[in-house]
């Protein structure tokens, strides 16, 4: 059983960085996809990006491409969204989660994680 902490959340300027991270313990980390998923006030709870077990696959949501990067360290335990030209649409709770999937694309749905973290605020102003 995997249990999961993310950190890195905050308030910023729009336009401005952030790193989130997402230390796991337990066993068999590496053998987990894993995501980034953001949930604004009043809405559903949305994949942003996810990675697969070794780190050589990545999916991300059409909003964040170009801006957000997706990385795991599997020797560290952790995973990592960094995150620039931040703008107030991305303002939510961010969550990481964990998962046995294989395929990475847009179909993949909460319900498929099995492990999840509690949360971490980011909020962007303009």
């Known amino acids: 059983q995997l249990q999961l902490m993310e950190a890195g959340g905050g308030s910023v300027q729009a336009g401005g960085s952030l790193r989130l991270s997402c230390t796991a313990s337990?066993?068999?980390?590496?053998?987990?996809?894993l995501a980034w998923f953001s949930q604004a006030p009043g809405k559903e709870r949305e994949l942003v990006a996810a990675?697969?077990?070794?780190?050589?696959?990545?999916y991300y949501a059409n909003s964040v491409k170009e801006r957000f990067l997706i990385s795991r360290d599997n020797a560290e335990s952790t995973m990592y969204l960094q995150m620039t030209m931040l703008n107030p649409d991305d303002t939510a709770i961010y969550y990481c989660?964990?998962?046995?999937?294989?395929?990475?694309?847009?179909?993949?749905?909460?319900?498929?994680?099995?492990?999840w973290g509690q949360g971490t605020q980011v909020t962007v102003s303009s």
């Open positions: 337990g066993p068999a980390f590496d053998t987990y996809a």
């Open positions: 989660a964990a998962s046995r999937i294989i395929g990475l694309d847009a179909t993949i749905k909460p319900d498929e994680f099995d492990y």
């Open positions: 990675i697969n077990w070794s780190g050589g696959s990545t």
